[in-house]
Nanobody
C-alpha cells in the first residue's frame, strides 16, 4: 500500500519557523515529483511548493523567499521548511506525490495542522 505521512505541524508565533516532514512508502520515490499543498478553512486547496524528481523547485508567490522544499531520495522523505510565518499561513498542509511521467499515479497524505498565532 502507498502511504504518505506528514508530521511537524503545530502552533507557532508570527515570525517563527517550522519544518514539516513527509515519510513515503509503497512507491518508487525517486521517480515521483513531490509537492506540498495547503487548505485553510473556507478556502480551496492550493499548491504551496513542488520539487521534481530531478530536484527543481517551484513556489507559489505568497511563500517565495520564506519556505523551502527539499527531498531526500535515500530516506524517501520530503520536507518543507517554513520561516517568517504569518497568520495567513495557517492551514492543513498536505504532502503529494505524482509519478513523473504517469500522472494518474497520484497520492496524498492526511495532512498536518499548522497554526500561526500569538
Amino acid at each position: 500500500q502507498v502511504q504518505l505521512v506528514e508530521s511537524g505541524g503545530g502552533l507557532v508565533q508570527p515570525g517563527g519557523s517550522l519544518r514539516l516532514s513527509c515519510a513515503v512508502a509503497g512507491i518508487r520515490f525517486s521517480l515521483h515529483d513531490m509537492g506540498w499543498y495547503r487548505q485553510a478553512p473556507g478556502k480551496q486547496r492550493e499548491l504551496v511548493a513542488r520539487i521534481s524528481s530531478g530536484g527543481d523547485a517551484n513556489y507559489t508567490d505568497s511563500v517565495k523567499g520564506r519556505f523551502t522544499i527539499s527531498r531526500d531520495n535515500a530516506k524517501k522523505m520530503e520536507y518543507l521548511h517554513l520561516t517568517s510565518l504569518k497568520p495567513e499561513d495557517t492551514a492543513v498542509y498536505y504532502c503529494n506525490a505524482v509519478h513523473s511521467w504517469i500522472p494518474s499515479l497520484n497520492y496524498w497524505g492526511q495532512g498536518t495542522q499548522v497554526t500561526v498565532s500569538s
